[in-house]
């Protein structure tokens, strides 16, 4: 219940998404704020370990619940997180926050878009390497894998014919975001690079050790350096970020 003289911190809407499904947005638009409430409730969902809760899906400014309904009926699951949300201070939202090193091998036929994307942002293919290299890229959210904010200011156009299949650890591009791949799928966004580090394994507990809030940094290798990289773990780096 709502403390007497106590606002609700957290505003959200709830949308009904089928029989089993509940959306809870933030915000149409992307923004810091919504994004960063969008990760801590979904993370604070997930501490209380609902049973009935099947799946939880934060997105850039939105989660979807997806639930038993033969355990639990819909307005019970929405009144359970609405006082999970009641017990949030907006100021003391806090995401833990890794930082990771990743390999990358820019351009070739590990990378066939680069040139083309250097062309795009009328710059030379060494600094738009730079340009991903020099700096972390924190994660937003995920969809075949980690998805971040381009470094580049221009947006780069999708692929008019997406490829039928690119590999794991693929780095693309395209419009505002750039994203790497946690497994082999098709894909429409251009390849800059292939990282030949294990980012997703279903032998381990977790599968994956990558979460929204990290910070990656890429660093780029050669080709005749992939064979030592490949088959190692995303490795986690002592400096921390907030």
Same mark, same amino acid.
């Given at each position: 219940m709502l403390?007497?003289?106590k606002e609700r911190m957290l505003e959200a809407t709830f949308v009904d998404y089928g029989d089993s499904g509940i959306l809870i947005n933030?915000?149409?638009?992307?923004?810091?704020?919504?994004?960063?409430?969008?990760h801590f409730l979904a993370n604070e969902i997930r501490k209380r370990d609902f049973k009935e809760i099947l799946s939880i899906v934060p997105t850039l400014t939105s989660i979807f619940i997806h639930f038993d309904l033969l355990r639990i009926e819909r307005r019970e699951i929405i009144q359970n997180i609405k006082e999970i949300m009641d017990e949030i201070n907006e100021k003391n939202m806090i995401l833990n926050s890794g930082?990771?090193?990743?390999?990358? !091998?820019?351009? /070739?036929?590990?990378?066939?878009?680069?040139?083309? *994307? &250097?062309?795009?942002?009328n710059t030379s293919q060494e600094e738009l390497v730079k340009l991903i290299t020099s700096k972390p890229h924190r994660i937003?959210?995920?969809?075949?894998?980690?998805?971040?904010?381009?470094?580049?200011s221009d947006k780069i156009e999708r692929l008019k014919s997406p490829r039928t299949? !690119?590999?794991? /650890?693929?780095?693309g591009i395209a419009f505002?975001? *750039? &994203?790497?791949?946690?497994?082999?799928?098709?894909?429409g966004w251009k390849m800059l690079g292939q990282s030949p580090v294990i980012l997703l394994?279903?032998?381990?507990?977790?599968?994956?050790?990558?979460s929204p809030g990290d910070y990656i940094t890429f660093f780029s290798i050669k080709e005749k350096?992939?064979?030592?990289?490949?088959?190692?773990?995303?490795?986690?780096?002592?400096?921390?970020?907030?």
């Open positions: 403390a007497r003289g933030f915000s149409d638009k992307f923004s810091e704020k919504s994004w960063k409430k969008t930082h990771y090193k990743i390999p990358m !091998v820019f351009g /070739g036929d590990y990378g066939p878009d680069l040139e083309k *994307i &250097s062309t795009e942002m937003l959210a995920f969809s075949r894998g980690p998805m971040m904010e381009s470094p580049a299949s !690119v590999p794991s /650890g693929t780095l505002n975001q *750039i &994203s790497i791949s946690s497994m082999e799928a098709p894909s394994d279903s032998t381990y507990d977790p599968p994956g050790v990558l350096e992939f064979d030592f990289y490949q088959s190692q773990h995303v490795k986690e780096m002592d400096e921390k970020y907030e």
